[in-house]
């Protein structure tokens, strides 16, 4: 019988080549639809729209200083080498999206739909996900110290090679989750959520610490 863990499967963005170079600065307003470009070298900066959307559109070397995009609707869409730092993505739609090699410092993903999205490489130390639905999600090689996924609803969800020290997971189900490949000193968690995860002898110590346990070191 075959036990080896099966690889979650992605679908990727389908961002075409070669797209037209787009200037949004002075049409972002409400309900905006932006389709089929790229946008780069640039910074966008002191906006609060609700309800925009972003189809088929690269982001590269961007810069996101005070933005606001509540229920964003991003699909098909490429960040790469960007800053969205601090950026408010709350309830957005977020489908089929990768970020990589990205400043997330502080983005507010609180109440987002995700699916099939990958972050690569990025530094997203106390981003929020908390009440997030999220399905087909890949964080990558990511910093997440301190990141919280409060009461988040998780499906075919990978942390592979993530610093995840204080991330906040109180409240979500770990089952089915590998931490094995992740570092960190301490997790948030609820203890009745832990079944099913699944983590390193190293970190064993560390979750029965969590479930109360003395853990005895040998000839002690």
């Not at 981003?127 to 998780?154: I, M, P, R, T």
């Amino acid at each position: 019988m075959n036990n080896k863990k099966k690889k979650t499967m992605l679908q990727l963005p389908k961002v075409p080549d070669n797209l037209p170079q787009l200037d949004i600065n002075n049409q972002l307003e409400v309900d905006q639809y932006f389709n089929n470009g790229s946008i780069y070298d640039c910074e966008i900066s002191n906006k609060s729209i609700e309800r925009i959307s972003f189809e088929k559109i690269l982001f590269k070397n961007v810069i996101f200083t005070n933005i606001s995009f509540r229920n964003i609707e991003l699909t098909d869409v490429i960040f790469d080498k960007c800053d969205l730092s601090n950026v408010d993505f709350s309830n957005g739609i977020i489908h089929r999206v990768k970020v990589t090699d990205s400043k997330l410092l502080g983005m507010n993903l609180s109440g987002a739909a995700l699916r099939n999205v990958t972050f690569n490489d990025c530094f997203a130390n106390y981003a929020s996900f908390g009440f997030s639905d999220q399905k087909s999600v890949h964080f990558n090689s990511c910093s997440l110290s301190h990141a919280d996924f409060y009461e988040s609803k998780f499906k075919s969800i990978e942390f592979n090679r993530c610093h995840m020290h204080q991330a906040n997971l109180a409240g979500t189900s770990l089952k089915g989750i590998d931490l094995s490949s992740c570092s960190f000193e301490n997790l948030t968690v609820s203890v009745e959520q832990l079944e099913g995860c699944i983590i390193s002898q190293e970190q064993a110590i560390g979750f029965a610490k969590i479930l109360g346990l003395v853990v005895k070191q040998p000839h002690e």
